[in-house]
């Protein structure tokens, strides 16, 4: 293998090091950052003011904002809604455990 002058590493190691680099790249997802914003929770409305199970809009919405939920806790405005019993009971049918901030 070609030495790269003055530095003791091969060419070879450093095309190794950047394949793997690239494969672990291509492979590991990237995490979508999350918009926080109550109004994605709408399709919900309705299974929280009444006993009608959540849709499953409502879940996969539920599910996507699940690292907001302490926030919108801790948002004076919010919390009655979202800590309210049918907003608890929504997350549980969801599969979202309720979160304790």
Do not use: D, H
Not at 20 to 27: G, I, K, S
Not at 72 to 78: D, E, G, H, Q
């Amino acid at each position: 293998m070609k030495k790269l002058s003055g530095c003791g590493v091969s060419v070879g190691a450093i095309a190794l090091v950047l394949l793997v680099a690239v494969v672990v790249l291509e492979v590991s997802p990237m995490a979508e950052a999350v918009t926080c914003s109550p109004v994605q929770l709408s399709p919900c409305l309705g299974a929280i003011t009444s006993s009608s199970p959540p849709s499953s809009t409502c879940c996969q919405k539920v599910r996507e904002q699940k690292p907001c939920l302490c926030g919108y806790l801790k948002n004076p405005s919010l919390r009655q809604y979202v800590n309210s019993p049918g907003a608890r009971r929504v997350a549980t049918s969801c599969g979202v455990p309720f979160p304790t901030c």
